[in-house]
Nanobody, 122 residues
Framework: QVHVVESGGGLVQAGDSLRLSCTVSGRTFSTSAMSWFRQAPGKEREFVAGIGWSSILITYSDAVKGRFTISRDNAKNTMYLRMNSLKPEDTAVYYC???????????????WGQGTHVTVSS
């Protein structure tokens, strides 16, 4: 059984930074395509960033490009999301997803964690 756990969320002010972490067990992390999604209150879950198993393929949504950085450490079975210059509109529950192939980072595939809350005050 795949187990995905996110951590690192919190309450910050606009302009601050946060780093989220995601650990995976129950599947081979080093060959998994990993991604971050987020869901704001009253909105659908949306793609934030994705990274292939070798860190060569990296994709960002336009909303976070230039501010967020996705990375992974296969030796630690952990993926990260460094979030800089946070804005109130970044407020959401952030979810980690683990899958075999990117599949255009569709939310219909992969295993999910329970999410970590990020709140950005103005």
């Amino acid at each position: 059984q795949v187990h995905v756990v996110e951590s690192g969320g919190g309450l910050v002010q606009a302009g601050d930074s946060l780093r989220l972490s995601c650990t995976v067990s129950g599947r081979t992390f080093s060959t998994s395509a990993m991604s971050w999604f987020r869901q704001a209150p009253g909105k659908e879950r949306e793609f934030v960033a994705g990274i292939g198993w070798s860190s060569i393929l990296i994709t960002y949504s336009d909303a976070v490009k230039g501010r967020f950085t996705i990375s992974r450490d296969n030796a630690k079975n952990t993926m990260y999301l460094r979030m800089n210059s946070l804005k109130p509109e970044d407020t959401a529950v952030y979810y980690c997803n683990a899958r075999t192939l990117p599949r255009n980072w569709s939310p219909d595939f992969g295993s999910w964690g329970q999410g970590t809350h990020v709140t950005v005050s103005s």
